[in-house]
């Protein structure tokens, strides 16, 4: 074979390779979406007693279940086929890793979507539900920012990305206080008090997820593991 035609052929398999890790991060970005659209539903049906939107959120869940597959086996592919090393191995193991996170952070919003329709909807909000969207929304968008340093091979708000846990830990901590408090003052309402406590602590453990993402970020951009906690600094 000439010169040219090896060249041609490199060049061919190269943009075949980019365009392999291309669509991987574009499936990663997909599910990020869907994850969080599930979550955003989730807290909206909870504070909205709406059950409609709840029903949709598990029913979403079987979508977020393929889609993680989707990717762990296109991860599958490209290891296979490609034999990547160096960073564009670093990247499939990091969008498989954070697939697998998403996933999770999926079951977490089904959670709290069952407890709305197992509640039937007929309840009365809490005083402290707005901190419970509180909680919700830096969960999310949290989320989303761990995600995007996957995706975009950026670690630049890794370091702070690592102190999510324990913000979130620390809004969740608040909100607890706040409903034991109400419970105190009108017993009768603990069991509805429970299941927004249930709902909450599923939002808190999202703070875990996007640890774990975080740490797939750094480890993608330089290389290395970082042990908990994550309240260290991030290295340069």
Not at 14 to 19: G, M, Q, R, T, Y
Not at 68 to 79: G, K, M, N, P, S
Request: one cysteine or more.
């Amino acid at each position: 074979m000439s010169d040219v035609s090896d060249q041609k052929m490199a060049d061919h398999t190269v943009k075949a390779f980019d365009a392999d890790l291309a669509k991987l991060t574009a499936m990663v970005a997909a599910l990020s979406d869907l994850t969080g659209k599930a979550l955003n539903d989730a807290v909206e049906a909870l504070v909205a007693r709406n059950l409609d939107l709840a029903q949709s959120v598990v029913a979403l869940d079987q979508t977020n279940e393929t889609m993680q597959r989707e990717i762990e086996e296109h991860a599958t592919l490209v290891i296979a086929r490609r034999q990547p090393v160096a960073y564009d191995l670093r990247l499939t193991v990091a969008a498989w890793e954070t697939g697998t996170e998403l996933r999770r952070v999926g079951k977490l919003a089904s959670n709290i979507a069952r407890s709305v329709i197992a509640l039937g909807g007929n309840y009365e909000l809490p005083e402290p539900v707005q901190a419970l969207r509180r909680l919700a929304r830096a969960a999310t968008d949290r989320l989303r920012e761990a995600v995007k340093s996957v995706v975009d091979g950026e670690v630049s708000e890794v370091a702070d990305l690592w102190r999510t846990d324990n913000e979130i830990d620390e809004m969740y901590a608040a909100l607890c206080r706040e409903l034991l408090t109400y419970m105190m003052s009108d017993p009768d309402t603990s069991p509805l008090a429970v299941q927004f406590l249930f709902c909450a602590k599923n939002i808190e453990l999202i703070g875990d997820h996007v640890a774990n993402i975080a740490e797939a970020a750094n480890y993608l951009v330089h290389g290395q593991r970082i042990n908990r906690p994550f309240d260290a600094v991030a290295p340069a």
